[in-house]
């Protein structure tokens, strides 16, 4: 895959600040879909990024940036970068709910 330069939509800058420092509450289904993607991604592109690490295990608001950085920076030359770049909105679109959720979550527990 090739780069390409890019400046970052308000909702893209929003989704990072929105992501937690900790890493996201991931239901099986969800880990093991972003950990694919993730792996895949890595795979197709010859990337090393967060190397030895589960997608359950990353701090969200890396793993989010991470794959925004990649959807607007990477170009696919390649059937199976294709294939790994197209997967990232959704995954994208996923961690912003988990995170929205968890946000969500941690405000209820504020609430006496």
């Not at 893209?12 to 992501?19: D, H, K, L, N, T």
């Not at 972003?34 to 608001?61: M, N, T, Y």
Request: aromatic share 8%; proline share 6%; glycine share 4%.
């Amino acid at each position: 895959m090739t780069k390409t330069d890019y400046i970052p939509e308000l909702s893209e800058v929003r989704m990072v600040r929105r992501a937690p420092e900790t890493p996201f509450a991931f239901t099986a289904d969800d880990r093991n879909y972003i950990g694919s993607c993730l792996a895949d991604v890595q795979s197709a592109s010859g990337l090393k990024v967060f190397a030895g690490l589960a997608a359950d295990e990353i701090p969200a608001r890396a793993l989010i940036k991470q794959f925004i950085d990649w959807w607007r920076n990477l170009e696919p030359i390649n059937e199976a970068q294709r294939e790994a770049h197209g997967r990232l909105p959704a995954a994208i679109r996923l961690l912003d709910t988990v995170s929205s959720w968890m946000e969500e979550m941690a405000q209820r527990k504020g609430k006496p």
